[in-house]
């Protein structure tokens, strides 16, 4: 049964294609850091839902996955814990996450907001979480809330959390959006003009998965019609 799954080396998450902006600059520091850096070990990046937490995961992970050689990486998403337990959590501390993270480089993390009010399975994650710090091998994190904030974490956890470096990201603020927007458009090769952008960000919601929706849909109107993109165009592809 496989118990954590794999984050395979992916050229849409890497650290070229990250759009850096003032909400998340200093996370996007901390991960090359950790990746480039022998002495730095341990991060918790945190914030909102769709604000790059995972994409930046995944670059730290193809970038370790070059300095070792190899295709991937397992990782743990406790948004992924029915399927990893598979509805059976543990009567008592195992070792199942142990077992599958042994002589790994590196323990990948995300969502740990979501870790199960049960105490066997932070039992587990404590013990895994020692052996990788004490042996002084990469830890990254993710989570919607800061360290103190976690809940269902054990307080040695969080202590530990944040003897490492802890970094927010925030891309809620106009400028943020815009340049995250428009590099969207590039890669696209999307000419999406700016008072598109200043539509979509009144009339969507401000996160990245459905602005990214807007866009592709915007972008499969335009080619259906023939026509530039517009704000009219705009409103015609998403009705509003």
């Known amino acids: ?5 794999d984050f395979p080396i992916s050229p849409k998450f890497g650290f070229d294609n990250f759009v850096v902006c003032s909400g998340n600059s200093t996370a996007f520091q901390f991960v090359k850091l950790l990746a480039s ?17 995972t994409h930046l995961l995944r670059a ?10 190899r295709t991937t990486l397992p990782y743990i998403s406790f948004k992924d814990i029915d399927d990893i337990y598979r509805n059976d959590y543990p009567a008592e501390a195992v070792s199942k996450l142990a077992e599958r993270f042994r002589d790994e480089p590196a323990l990948l993390i995300d969502d740990i907001h979501l870790l199960p009010d ?24 993710t989570g919607l809330f800061p360290p ?13 959390l944040l003897w490492g470096l802890v970094a927010r990201v925030d ?4 400028d943020s959006l815009r340049m995250i927007m428009k590099k969207l458009a590039e890669d696209r090769n999307i000419i999406l003009p700016a008072e598109v952008i200043d539509h979509l960000l009144v009339h969507v919601r401000r996160e990245l998965p459905p602005l990214i929706d807007a866009l592709e849909r915007i972008h499969r109107h335009s080619l259906a019609t023939a026509r530039k993109i517009s704000v009219r165009l705009a409103r015609e592809a998403l009705q509003i």
């Open 118 to 141: 049960n105490p066997n399975v932070r039992t587990e994650l404590w013990q895994l979480f020692n052996e990788f710090h004490d042996t002084a091998r990469k830890i990254a994190v």
């Open 148 to 160: 103190r904030e976690l809940p269902h974490l054990d307080g040695h956890l969080i202590s530990r």
């Open 1 to 5: 049964m496989q118990l954590v799954f």
């Open 171 to 174: 891309i809620s603020d106009d």
């Open 60 to 69: 730290l992970a193809g970038a370790l996955c070059f300095h070792e050689e």
């Open 37 to 53: 850096d022998s002495t730095k070990n341990l991060l918790y990046i945190y914030g909102p839902a769709g604000s790059g937490k």
